[in-house]
């Protein structure tokens, strides 16, 4: 959840509602600019690639 909150606050985006499911999670999102959603979600991939590399490699 941090990593969530915290990209979005870099993106411009607010974040109103999630679900988290087994293996994906469902999020209601106000993008503030038109790009915003997708600068969000690219930070939360990349930040999680980057986590998982360090710790399973």
């Not at 106000?30 to 979600?41: E, G």
């Amino acid at each position: 959840m941090e990593l969530l909150v915290e990209q979005a606050s870099k993106s411009n985006c607010d974040i109103h509602a999630r679900c988290p499911m087994t293996n994906h999670v469902h999020l209601l999102v106000s993008p503030h600019h038109a790009n915003s959603a997708s600068l969000l979600m690219k930070g939360v991939i990349y930040k999680s690639y980057v986590w998982s590399h360090r710790k399973f490699m």
